[in-house]
Each structure stands twice: as C-alpha cells, then as structure tokens.
C-alpha cells in the first residue's frame, strides 16, 4: 500500500522567543557588548540592564527565527507545526494562542516552568537590528526530548541555525527529522553561528540538508573569505549536494541547485523601518514555493517579496492588516 499523505507540509524547529523591538540612536550600540548586527547570548540580568537603559520600553512580539518562518509559511497556506520549549508564563501563553489564530500546530511545542526565552532587537535608524537572547525555557531543550514521534507526518522539516550552538540536541533534531523521513532546510541565521559551527557543518552537507540560507556574513564566515562574489559562493555551497540561497538584503538574493544558478532580484522601497524577521519572512516565501514545485526563480520572487514587505514594519511579523495584500501578490507566483 502507499504510504499515506503527510499532514503537515513543514515542521519549524527552533526556539519560541518572544521579541523586544527597541528603536534606539546608533550611539546606543556602545553600551552593548558585541558586535553591530550580531546576535549575542545573555543572561536574565544582562537582559534586564539593557532594558532598563532604552530610551523607551519596548514593544513585543512573537519571534524566533524558525517560528518566524513556520508562522508566515502558515498564513501563506502551508500546512505546519512547530517543535520547540515554551515557558510557563504570560509570554509562553499569548506565544502558544498567537500561532494556533494563523494555523500552525501546535502539539509538539514542549513546556519548562521557568520564563519563557525573549530576545532583544535594537534597532537602529539604518533599519539594521543587533539582538541579545535570553533564552530562558528554550534552552532546556535536551535531545533526549527529540525523537522520530516529533516528525511524524511531516513532509519538511525547517531548522534555524541557532540550534548548532547546543551540537548534541543539533545532531538529535537532524537524526530525528531523517529517521522520519524528512527532507531538511537549514538558515544558518548569523554569522557567529556560520563560524563556530563551520567544520560540523561543512561536514553534514553530504549527509542530507536540502536547503541552505545564508546572508553576506554568514556565507563570508563559512567559507572564511573577504571575497564578496556572491554568485561564486551560491555556486561552491550547491556544488556540495546542497540548494543553495545567499540573500543579500536590498540586493537581493542568489540560488543555486546543481548547475542551475539564479539572480533573485529585490523588491526595492522607497524607505526602511526594521530588518528584524527579513530573513526569516524570505525563507517563508521560498519555502512555500518550494514545496509546491514552483520554479526557483519563482521561488526566489515570492520570498523577495516576502522579505520586503517585513522590513517596512517595526517587528519581526508583517501586520494582520496588511497580509491579504501581500497574500494576493504571493500567490500570482504559484506557477
């Protein structure tokens, strides 16, 4: 008999953050250790201390890197689930009834009794955002919790790179998604992660992630190079039995499979609010497009859109007021 159909056509995995979105002045960055950009782990009183430096409180919303993707892969008509530790507090709590209102499944969403993780994005008037997490119950997530159960009837399985910062539950999400039989994205989501994890990652590429995102940085970090020939690096990270999609902000983006390499042309604005979710908005659309059989550039114009359209709000998610438009436009792709 065949198998049966899956239920769902992705599965996010990652942690369920709720997002702090501070606007601040560029001077403000000095105060913060780390990198302009980046993204830094921190513990409760370090997130606190910033906080109670910002020049106005800050607004939340749901994030995450693979939430963000799952959420917008939902509203986009995929059908999804997300796997990942929520807290027991009231961020953990509008977290979970957030994500069920857009459709996405949320059984496999394990629980901690302790905070739920946040993470700080400092916004500044460039539109660039530099992020300090505190993970809280996120980071409890042991791999032992992960099995083969937690992909069942699941076609797609989406991981955010900040997993490769704990390898054993890393090595336990790929095992577990493969034993299930799903085919795997990876967004490797900064380029901290692209340099600390570069030698494990090089060496799983032969062993079935499907899909890579990557921006400028992290594409730079893993490869250890200045070089800035996008095209040449989409091509090297297809050439290891990879798709390959190096997004390049207001440029754009490059993707590649085997020979085939296509220039993703951006959708140009006339202003920027917030890059906050960009990335994880355009592994949405291309996503969406993937798993439907669209063409790459097909692929690649959905999530350009997808992407642009986040970074003209305050926020990792685009506005419920907005999204039919947006929606409606996406759709015409679906060829």
Known sequence: MPSPAPAFDLIGIGSPIMDLLAPVPEAFLASVRGEKGGMVLVDNDEMQAIVARLPAPPAAATGGSAANT?????????????????????????????FSAVGVDGSRFKQAALANARCLSLVTPDAQRT??????????LAPEEVTAADFAGCRHAHIEGYLLFNRALAEAVLAAARAAGCTISLDLASFEVAAAA????????????????????EIRALFQTDSTDYAAHTRAL????????????????WCGRGDELHRIEPVHLASVVDTTGAGDAFAAGFLYGHLRGLTLPACGHIAALLGAETVRHLG????????????????????
């Open 70 to 98: 799952t959420y917008n892969a939902a509203r986009l008509g995929l059908r999804t689930a997300f796997l990942g530790k929520l807290g027991n507090d009231d961020n953990a709590r509008i977290y979970r009834e957030r």
């Open 198 to 217: 570069r030698d494990w990652l090089l060496g799983q590429l032969g062993h079935g992630i499907d899909i890579v995102f990557a921006n400028e940085d």
């Open 316 to 335: 990792p998610l685009i506005p419920a007021s907005d999204w039919p438009a947006v929606a409606q436009r996406a759709h015409k792709f679906d060829y």
């Open 131 to 140: 992020m300090r997490t505190c993970l809280g119950a996120a980071m409890t």
């Open 238 to 253: 297809a050439a290891r039995g990879t798709l390959a999609v190096v997004k390049l902000g207001k440029d754009g983006a």
